[in-house]
């Protein structure tokens, strides 16, 4: 299911929401989890778990990025600065799985926008492959079809932004 994208004071919000079949614990280690993370988001590595503490982003050319952790809460809720945005996991039992909303906060719609909501709709169907046991096969043609959803969600958002009134 395609994200939502609604107005917010500062910008945007994107929500995402996944139901796994797996217990919180299990979902919450596929955040945190530097070997498990390294299977669905290989530039993302735990540094310190813990409010204040940070996520490390590996640009690939040798460089990283450091991005405070805003919120944490074991099982539960996990929130760190994204460029200049922010990413927000929470998690809640949905009967013997887990239900998880991902919201990212967007204080610019660019033109990398839907790049990233693509990515992260990825990301959450690697993780449930993951969970299953499987492999998503084919990962960038999967984006690239999600890529032609997200354009089309940022563009309608962008349109009823300006007429709106």
């Known amino acids: 299911m395609i994200a939502t994208l609604q107005a917010s004071l500062v910008g945007a919000t994107a929500t995402f929401e996944r139901h796994y079949k797996q217990p919180v614990d299990k ?18 590595k735990a540094q310190d778990l813990s409010a204040g503490g940070s996520m490390i982003f590996d ?4 460089s990283s990025v450091v991005m405070e952790i805003m919120d944490i809460k ?6 760190y600065v ?3 945005d922010s990413v927000r996991f929470e998690l809640s039992p949905d009967g013997d799985g887990t239900r998880l909303l991902l919201i ?3 204080s610019e719609i660019t033109s990398h926008t839907a790049k ?5 709709h990825v990301c959450l ?3 449930e492959a993951l969970l299953d046991g499987e492999e998503l096969q084919n990962r960038k043609k999967v984006w690239e079809q999600w890529f032609v959803e997200y354009t089309r969600l ?7 932004r300006t007429n709106r009134g």
Not at 59 to 62: E, L, Q, T
Not at 116 to 120: E, K, N, Q, T
Not at 154 to 160: A, D, G, H, K
């Open 116 to 120: 990233d909501l693509s990515g992260w």
């Open 125 to 127: 169907d690697v993780i």
């Open 154 to 160: 940022v563009e309608e958002f962008r349109f009823t």
């Open 27 to 44: 979902v919450w280690a596929m955040l945190t989890d530097n070997a498990l993370l390294a299977k669905w988001f290989p530039e993302l």
């Open 82 to 84: 994204w460029g200049n």
């Open 59 to 62: 640009m690939g050319d040798g």
């Open 74 to 79: 074991v099982n539960s809720i996990l929130e």
């Open 104 to 106: 990212e906060s967007i």
